[in-house]
């Protein structure tokens, strides 16, 4: 169902973009134009460029991070959100609570579901979903590729990794953030809470 959610809600966030001013929501309606990973993957763009690590942009790496990511902004509404971001006016925005503000706002039920699945899956318990932890909860054996001879047990795993994983970095590893992050995106395009909190027990039988 996912991929169905996905493409609603891309097709949901083009329709919205026509309509708002707010710079925010639309960087914001912009990243889920391209699906649940559309948040995410600027996130990943940002931490590739945070070349000295410091978790942090200046003016001219956030423009740069949006025109790789292909954002089309022009440099007054970039400038805009650049202002919103940088609270203390020290001119650079600490990009985590940057991606927290532009993740779609989900209650606190939703976060709880998502973190019970995240726990469900991270068997090892040290923050991070890898291909070993998959391996006791996950049954690749169903995946058609698999029964078909086209793909190992691993290679299914991966394929379900890198759903979560952003575009531009598969590195085989999910982190909280990037887990929530992906499903923020699946739960913009899911109206009440009560059928998002079903879904995911169906999905990760919780």
């Not at 559309?38 to 790496?61: A, C, H, P, Y």
């Not at 949006?66 to 600490?94: C, H, P, V, W």
């Not at 779609?104 to 040290?126: C, H, V, Y």
């Not at 391996?135 to 290679?155: C, I, L, R, S």
Request: with cysteine; proline share 2%.
């Amino acid at each position: 169902g996912t991929a169905r959610h996905d493409r609603e809600m891309a097709i949901q966030a083009k329709r919205n973009l026509s309509k708002t001013t707010d710079p925010v929501e639309r960087l914001r309606l912009k990243c889920l134009a391209r699906g649940s990973a559309g948040i995410k993957g600027l996130g990943r763009v940002f931490r590739i460029m945070d070349d000295d690590n410091s978790r942090t942009l200046d003016f001219k790496e956030f423009v740069k991070g949006l025109n790789d990511y292909a954002m089309m902004i022009d440099k007054e509404e970039a400038q805009e959100i650049f202002r919103i971001f940088d609270k203390d006016g020290s001119g650079t925005i600490d990009f985590d609570e940057f991606l927290v503000t532009l993740r779609p706002p989900m209650s606190n039920a939703r976060k709880e579901i998502i973190m019970q699945a995240f726990r469900k899956l991270d068997k090892t318990g040290d923050g991070v979903i890898t291909i070993e932890d998959l391996q006791g909860v996950y049954n690749a054996k169903h995946h058609p590729k698999y029964q078909n001879g086209d793909w190992t047990e691993d290679e299914v795993f991966r394929a379900f990794l890198d759903n979560f994983d952003s575009p531009y970095d598969k590195d085989g590893k999910v982190t909280t953030e990037e887990f929530m992050n992906y499903y923020a995106g699946v739960s913009a395009s899911i109206d009440t809470d009560v059928y998002f909190i079903i879904m995911m027990k169906n999905a990760w039988k919780l």
